[in-house]
């Protein structure tokens, strides 16, 4: 009663974007329309179903620079495009016990490799830890920024970080966040398997890619034949149902009445069977 609910039918979503307008909108089904949608009232869903809201958009956290093995320690040097810089260094190796209790080093990664200066570097905002006991552990795998925005409102929060040697800011997402607010230092530890060298597609170049709106368009197509052919099966569904019943009818009403038969005669146990007389002595 208050607005009308306009069903837009939109390349790549698999159901129906509901957009309410006034009572008195024109509009005619079909038609193509168009509609803003405000960046900050998007609501972000994780694979468990838990809601994420970004009011600013989830970085690729990129820099440039290179990896040096320097006997075991690998060193990330990080250097952006307006010249600051950074380093993580990281461990390749760690001292275990067996069951047996000895000490031995095991090597974490059998696959690392060293990368020249100018090779492009990815940090995976899903790989940051905040907590104290995680930083202690993490040796010199740390980095430190200044917190610019933050969606603290919800389990996974989602912060945008000034720090050297990146372009642009860093997107951090951390879980069960608290205790920053904007404009504070923040100091956090970065997985190794989190850091990523060499060629990366990120989200915002994965949405400006050909590709990815012609698979949209692909899918829509796809939706809107697969609606179609649900119909078609519907309506054949119901026509075969009543089908039957016109059939019966029109053949009854249509079929020649049959002759009347004579009535049968009726016969009697003393007219069906005649007894012999009996004779006299």
Known sequence: ??????????????????????????????????????????????????????????????????????????????????????????????????????????????????????????????????????????????????????????????ITVEVAGFNGDMTLIIRNFSGYNTGDKIKFAVDPHAVMVGKYESFEDAVKTESVQSEGELRYKEMVAARQKAKELEEAAKQAAAKPKKEQAAVKENAPKAAAKPAAKKTTATSAVKRPSAKKK
């Open 1 to 158: 009663p208050r607005f009308k609910a306009v069903y837009l039918s939109v390349p790549g979503v698999d159901n129906y974007v509901i957009m309410s307008q006034p009572l008195d909108y024109p509009f005619v089904g079909g038609e193509k329309v168009k509609t803003y949608i405000d960046p900050t009232q998007i609501q972000l869903f994780n694979i468990d179903g838990e809601r994420i809201v970004a009011e600013k958009t989830v970085g690729s956290n990129a820099s440039v620079g290179s990896i040096v093995n320097n006997n075991g320690s690998y060193v990330y040097m990080f250097q952006a495009e307006n010249g600051t810089k950074n380093k993580l260094t990281f461990e390749n190796s760690a001292v275990s016990t067996d069951a047996s209790c000895v000490k031995q080093t095991v090597t974490k990664f059998d696959n690392l490799k060293t990368a020249d200066a100018g090779s492009p570097l990815y940090i995976l905002p899903r790989g940051i830890a905040i907590d104290k006991e995680e930083i202690s552990h993490a040796g010199k795998m740390v980095l430190t920024g200044i917190i610019k925005h933050l969606d603290e409102y919800r389990r996974d929060a989602i």
